[in-house]
């Protein structure tokens, strides 16, 4: 049997009127009386239809290939099943993040992606994640565990591993002198990134490795100011936390008389397709775009049709990209 409006309010004691309106997942219902009703729709076997339905994908970071990459993945892969992605920019632990679902969540909203939004940040405001548990609006986050603590999907890289790749390579290379250049304190992955340096130059015996971390905005600019500070320093190699960092990087090198990868070597993080044909092509650790717009398609379906998805951080794995901004540590 085909079950209905008339079945689900029947089974939960409520009108119809309070049915649509939580299936639709619109303001004025109570909260037990939500309850009520999604328990019923559970026990009936009902599932939301999820035509012309809005995915809103919240990131900062809109100029960068490798979000809007990974934005047009997940709208590709969802367009099929009746799913409009909408691509929100906001600044992470801004109001941007609320203001946005407080303008669409009555015009149909299905999910939220948290693309290195909010997600990202040790101190965010957790208010836009209540106002979606509220409404039972699922959510899932891209390179970055929620604040709340919450339970929920999460697709990461593993930022920890593309650090201790890019450390290798260069220590192979015969660099002990290895700077880095990440994020600011407090954001997730460039304190991950930052771990997994130390740790990495740690296990070669390099104990002061700490002193060669510069924390820069996650820009052209930021790399480009942290490269003179980290050639006074003495370092012969540095890591980026961005590609576009490590084109500022380069940029500060080549400002400062030297050249790469002769005198230093450069690695970037990301792995976007413009990399191959910067000058020179840029050595960079690359995410896994397309595997991770298919994890959170895949459990963003699963979560609108009602089904449960495994909640947690699931963490892929970077690949190393070698190119021409790396080469041996000079001689002198």
């Given at each position: ?24 997942r619109?303001q ?132 920890r ?41 740690a ?40 590609d ?12 400062l ?59 892929f ?16």
């Amino acid at each position: 049997m085909k079950v209905g409006i008339t079945e689900i309010a029947g089974r939960a004691g409520v009108s119809e009127a309070t049915v649509s309106r939580v299936i639709n997942r619109r303001q004025g219902v109570a909260e037990r009386t939500r309850d009520a009703v999604e328990r019923a729709m559970a026990e009936l076997g009902y599932e939301r239809a999820v035509q012309g339905q809005l995915v809103a994908v919240f990131t900062e970071h809109v100029s960068n290939p490798f979000f809007t990459d990974v934005a047009e993945r997940i709208e590709s892969a969802l367009a099929p099943h009746g799913l409009k992605t909408v691509l929100c920019p906001v600044f992470p632990g801004g109001v941007q993040e609320r203001d946005y679902i407080s303008a669409i969540i009555d015009k149909g909203i299905a999910a939220v992606v948290f693309l290195s939004a909010s997600n990202t940040l040790d101190d965010a405001d957790t208010e836009v994640y209540e106002i979606l548990r509220t409404r039972r609006i699922p959510y899932v986050g891209v390179n970055g565990e929620f604040a709340d603590g919450v339970p929920v999907p999460v697709f990461s890289t593993d930022d920890r591993l593309a650090a201790e790749l890019a450390v290798e390579h260069l220590h192979r290379l015969g660099h002990r002198a290895i700077g880095m250049v990440s994020g600011p304190t407090g954001n997730r992955p460039a304190d991950q990134r930052v771990r997994g340096f130390v740790d990495a130059m740690a296990r070669h015996g390099l104990t002061d490795a700490e002193r060669l971390v510069i924390r820069q905005s996650y820009t052209v600019e930021g790399g480009q100011a942290a490269a003179g500070t980290l050639l006074g320093l003495g370092a012969t190699a540095i890591v980026a936390a961005s590609d576009f960092m490590a084109l500022g990087v380069i940029r500060g090198v080549r400002r400062l008389g030297r050249s790469v990868p002769e005198e230093v070597s450069v690695v970037g993080y990301d792995g976007t397709l413009i990399t191959e044909f910067t000058d020179p092509p840029l050595t960079t650790v690359r995410q896994p775009t397309e595997r991770l717009a298919h994890g959170v398609s895949r459990s963003l379906l699963d979560l609108v049709g009602g089904r449960e998805v495994p909640a947690g951080e699931l963490l892929f794995d970077p690949e190393l990209v070698v190119r021409s901004t790396t080469g041996p540590a000079p001689t002198t």
